[in-house]
């Protein structure tokens, strides 16, 4: 392990001959590193996997993982974490109906009314922390606390796309239709993936996010 | 113009190198599952290596010439003929419109690719005409009546070297890894080289599912039960759930996963685990 700039323990952890993975702790501080790896556009890299406590990269053939390892390091700790992010953003909106068939379950499960459950969905701004399970699925965090809950027990073998849904302490819309676990709130119209575009995932990892509601669906 | 597919046979995809760069959009690479084999079967009708083929499972593929063109058959030596005589493996061999290619199933391997001179000239989709088993991306699995269209070959001014080809058929297939990410959420990860292990029939191309074939060799025991916060994948990666029975990734691995990864095997091996049969046994040996 080494200490980077921030006073804050980094490590890098081997992934095979052609990847290292670097452990963050947080997905906020995941989004910042990854952003900071990219600006600085190191030729060796292939890809980037950032995730809820790590950043995987991926390197071409022939470099050497012990010195790029370092360099990362000394990187990842000049990047720092994300918690003093200040700058202006644009919010990509989403307006929600929340209609979901696990809204009363999510009520229960946190101990809010359905209207607490709605003002507390919409009532902060979300972030794309990292995106995976699926193309364009991006896990978003940033939400309150008290709307944690869990998976539900038996995954659904079909969610349609457009599916707002929560699970953990994330949040995330279901881009196409695919099974899930995840407690369904609510349904957007908005198109999240379109593989004719550029890029195809609406949600990258970084991107802000606000849900609206819309429609009565509801608001009792 | 056209190659028709007369037969599939048990699984034929439309396969080039891959999708790169996608990992924001929630995209793994795909792309052949032994990539030697493929870029081999390319060059040898004078495509770029990373030209469309088509990744053949076992056989089984019948395919009709619509006009003349060369093909090559590269990777698993599926016993070959063209019209009733035999067609020759690993070279470029010329069909006249009307002729018919057919594929056996092969002794050997899992997986041949047939390239044809011009490429297939099949719409991308983010930059690759892979089918991504796991995604859903790309085009569908080919089937009976299929068209596929061949481009313009191109003439070639300098023809890269060949790799070798996959080797294939060792009864016990030797696969070198590199421990971690998460070698110490296990009590005994050494447990992973000791002995062999056998290529479970539940295999295809997001992983390799694996099962001791014989009982009394040590299993891979997790010290840690609980799920890892989601993290990301690499090709090769051999990722164990809690029943201990672990996966090797290949081409349409997830991008990420909750389950501790043990090791992963060398990028140089990949092709060789690609073309393991249900059944193969094979070992792993640490390279660090």
């Known amino acids: 392990m080494i200490t980077g700039a921030g006073g804050r323990a980094w490590s890098v952890r081997p992934a095979g001959d052609r990847a290292v993975l670097l452990e963050t702790g947080d997905p906020a501080t995941s989004v910042a590193v990854s952003e900071a790896i990219q600006l600085a556009g ?11 406590a790590t950043v995987l990269v991926r390197v071409v053939k022939g470099t050497d993982l012990t010195e790029f390892g370092r360099r990362l390091l000394d990187l990842a700790g000049s990047a720092g974490s994300a918690d003093g992010d200040t700058a202006a953003h644009d919010e990509l909106v989403i307006p929600v109906t929340y209609d979901g068939p696990d809204l009363a379950d999510v009520a229960d499960a946190t101990g809010l009314t359905r209207a607490q459950v709605i003002a507390a969905h919409t009532g902060t701004t979300w972030r794309a922390a990292f995106v995976g399970f699926a193309p364009g699925f991006a896990y978003l965090v940033g939400g ?8 539900r027990s038996q995954s659904r073998p079909r969610v349609p796309a457009g599916s707002v849904a929560l699970a953990g302490t994330y949040s995330a819309v279901y881009p196409r239709e695919s099974p899930g676990g995840w407690q369904l709130i609510g349904s957007t119209d908005a198109s999240l993936w379109d593989e004719t575009a550029d890029p195809p995932a609406a949600i990258q990892p970084g ?8 429609g009565l669906a509801g608001a009792a | ?20 760069g996608h990992a924001a959009d929630g995209v793994g690479r795909s792309g052949a599952a032994d990539r030697t084999a493929h870029a081999r079967a390319n060059l040898l009708v004078g495509n770029a290596p990373g030209a469309v083929a088509i990744e053949v499972t076992l056989g089984g593929l019948a395919v009709r010439a619509e006009r003349e063109l060369t093909v090559a058959i590269t990777g698993a030596p599926a016993p ?7 067609a020759e493996h690993d070279t470029a061999l010329p069909l006249v419109a009307g002729q018919t290619l057919r594929l056996r199933t092969p002794k050997v391997g899992l997986r041949s690719y047939l390239a044809v001179a011009g490429g297939i000239a099949v719409a991308p989709v983010l930059g690759s005409a892979s089918t991504d088993s796991l995604s859903k991306l790309g085009p ?5 009546g299929d068209e596929l269209p061949i481009g313009a070959p191109t003439p070639v001014t300098c023809r890269p070297a060949l790799s070798d080809p996959t080797p294939l058929g060792e009864p016990v297939t030797t696969l070198r890894v590199m421990f971690g990410p998460r070698d110490d959420w296990f009590t005994d990860p050494a447990a992973l080289t000791t002995g062999e292990w056998q290529v479970s029939p539940q295999s295809n191309r997001v992983g390799v599912r694996l099962d001791r074939a014989d009982p009394d060799q040590p299993a891979l025991r997790r010290r840690r039960n609980e799920e890892i916060p989601s993290e990301g994948m690499v090709l090769g990666a051999i990722q164990v759930p809690p029943s201990g029975q672990p996966v090797l990734f290949l081409a349409d691995h997830p991008l990420t996963g909750g389950y501790p990864v043990v090791a992963v095997v060398l990028d140089d091996d990949i092709d060789r685990a690609a073309q393991m049969r249900p059944g193969q046994r094979l070992r792993f040996v640490a390279a660090n």
């Open chain 1, 207 to 214: 991107r802000w996010v606000r849900f609206v509601a819309t």
């Open chain 1, 144 to 151: 309150e606390e008290r709307l944690t809950v869990p998976r």
């Open chain 1, 42 to 52: 190191s030729t060796e890299i292939e890809d980037l996997v950032p995730a809820a």
């Open chain 2, 80 to 86: 070959a003929d063209i019209d009733g005589e035999p």
């Open chain 2, 140 to 144: 569908a699995p080919l089937a009976k």
């Open chain 2, 1 to 20: 113009m056209t190659l028709t597919v007369l037969r599939p046979g048990p699984l034929a995809l439309l396969q080039d190198a891959g999708r790169r």
